[in-house]
DNA sequence: CTTATATTTGTAATCGATTACATAAAATAC
DNA sequence: GTATTTTATGTAATCGATTACAAATATAAG
């Protein structure tokens, strides 16, 4: 029985956000039951620097859409781990140009192996279905979202 | 263009966390617009309460799955704004019984013709395949969570 | 009855991210 | 070539929620 669950439509975005909630939590318990000694966010990291080998800090942010100070504190916490190198861009010195460690490459193997597992689990918690459902919402969101259609919505009834 | 849609079920997480963080937001920013001199998360207590008429902190944390001291927080700005009112239980002194007042039942129905606003907002973004998928998701990490499957993964391959 | 345990509310510390602000460098305008 | 605007990085303040801790009361156990 969930209350939320009743609401319907109404109780979507507090359902949203207790999975999202879930969902971060759960993947810092599984870092730390795996014994991965990197945070999850990272991974994504990772995995874009492995395709494009130098990338810059702004570069990271649009590419993740995460906040700029967000990749500057993870980049921070993975090079004191040792994972990264940021340099002065000479043509721009304005820019950090962030590139994985030797070190880095060689624990991605590893790293690999471990987050195979993870994919999987998820994989059995969102079905193909789901994936199709949120590349539609998404796309709704982005045509046109919450405060752009209620703005819609009361013009119309004002009509 | 969208690096983490390209990683399928290893951006998965992150996704959902961006739409669930962008809805929060877009609610704030609705109720703004909208002029309504709550905040979005009060509105669940506000349904709750009109149905139930006497709850307890405990009893509205369960219902929607909030911490408790997140339903302290909304309770304590509720009573600021004359919303609700909380009185020791006599037959048991530690509990809080929360009820709306004549306020805000007069207002429910203003308050009521704009969620509807919203509501038809929301439903413009989900669909009902959607909001079929969302149960799904809710029950398989209800069974079984993902720190759970990756155990059970990690087990398997150790075999 | 007295002691131990569980429940309820409340507060403090923490957390991961954001927005707002500051600074330096590059690009553009004139 | 100087002044203005834009861009890139970095830091501080903020935010909404959580977990951890504390205190009071009720319930259960002996």
Redesign the pocket.
């Given at each position: 029985m969930d209350y939320l669950k009743s609401l319907q439509l109404i109780g979507v975005t507090a359902r949203i956000k207790r999975i999202s909630?879930k969902l971060?939590?759960d993947a810092?318990r599984v870092y730390d039951y795996l014994d991965l000694p990197i945070e999850p966010?990272w991974h994504l990291v990772f995995l874009l620097l492995k395709e494009e080998k130098q990338l810059?800090?702004?570069?990271i942010s649009g590419a993740l859409k995460?906040?700029?100070?967000?990749i500057?504190?993870i980049?921070k916490k993975m090079k004191a781990s040792g994972y990264v190198t940021?340099t002065t861009d000479p043509k721009?010195?304005?820019?950090?140009i962030v590139q994985l460690t030797e070190k880095a490459r060689k624990e991605l193997p590893n790293l690999e192996a471990e987050w195979d597992k993870i994919k999987i689990a998820v994989g059995a918690i969102f079905n193909d279905e789901f994936l199709e459902q949120l590349v539609e919402v998404e796309e709704n969101m982005t045509e046109s979202d919450l405060l752009d259609r209620v703005i819609e919505i009361k013009a119309k009834r004002n009509e």
């Open positions: 909630d971060m939590h810092r966010n810059s800090v702004t570069e995460f906040s700029h100070p967000a500057i504190n980049i940021s721009d010195s304005r820019k950090q």
